[in-house]
């Protein structure tokens, strides 16, 4: 079984900056693209970032020059670097990735816990 397990978000004011990290665990040989996405209360999941295997980089327009995805491949881990945050950027934040678990299988979508991201005005 393949874990995700999220860290790095909390309460930040207006302007300021937090970093998300989110790590997997388990039985894989490979991770094709990883991504983050986010949930504001009443509102649907939406993409805030992803990033391919070749490094190849997609941002939400709402984010674009305030976020930065990057990712590990040797820790099979992928952050958001959060910047100039504003209270519109509050939400829960999910990361996901696109997993292969053997050389032989398709890929799977797996999902973090989520964590809370609260940006004070």
């Known amino acids: 079984q393949v874990q995700l397990v999220e860290s790095g978000g909390g309460l930040v004011q207006a302007g300021g900056s937090l970093r998300l990290s989110c790590a997997a665990s388990g039985s894989l040989v490979s991770i094709n693209a990883m991504g983050w996405y986010r949930q504001a209360p009443g509102k649907q999941r939406e993409l805030v970032a992803v990033i391919t295997s070749g490094g190849s980089t997609n941002y939400a327009d709402s984010v674009k020059g305030r976020f930065t995805i990057s990712r590990d491949n040797a820790k099979n881990a992928v952050y958001l670097q959060m910047n100039s945050l504003k209270p519109e950027d509050t939400a829960v934040y999910y990361c996901?990735?696109?997993?292969?678990?053997?050389?032989?299988?398709?890929?799977?979508?797996?999902w973090g816990q989520g964590t809370q991201v609260t940006v004070s005005s």
């Open positions: 996901n990735m696109d997993v292969r678990r053997s050389w032989i299988s398709k890929t799977y979508d797996y």
